[in-house]
């Protein structure tokens, strides 16, 4: 049972940079591929971005592209998402989330964070 604890999230401009780190315990965590994901104020939740077991594979969705990067640290079992040139359409609750499957599809993700809330301000 894979445990994930999100933090890192506040209020930031436009503009402006923020670095999410998202702790995973209880499993083996080279055994997981780590997946963001974000929901927006009336939005429904969407993928923003995954990194696979050894941290080389990565995709990102086309809307954080060139902004946003994934890392992973196996030995401290902790995914990070940098965020780069924020802008006030990335304002969201941030998941991370853990499968032992490559997918982008949030349903299949089995294990979940709490969320930490981004705010960009314009």
């Known amino acids: 049972q894979e445990q994930l604890v999100e933090s890192g999230g506040g209020l930031v401009q436009a503009g402006g940079s923020l670095r999410l780190s998202c702790a995973a315990s209880g499993g083996l965590f080279r055994d997981y591929v780590m997946g963001w994901f974000r929901q927006g104020p009336g939005k429904e939740r969407e993928f923003v971005g995954l990194?696979?077991?050894?941290?080389?594979?990565?995709i990102y969705a086309d809307s954080v592209k060139g902004r946003f990067t994934i890392s992973r640290d196996n030995t401290e079992s902790t995914v990070f998402l940098q965020m780069n040139s924020l802008k006030p359409e990335d304002t969201a609750v941030y998941y991370c989330a853990a499968d032992e499957s490559f997918t982008k599809l949030a349903e299949e993700y089995d294990y979940w964070g709490q969320g930490t809330q981004v705010t960009v301000s314009s």
């Open positions: 990194v696979g077991w050894s941290g080389t594979t990565k």
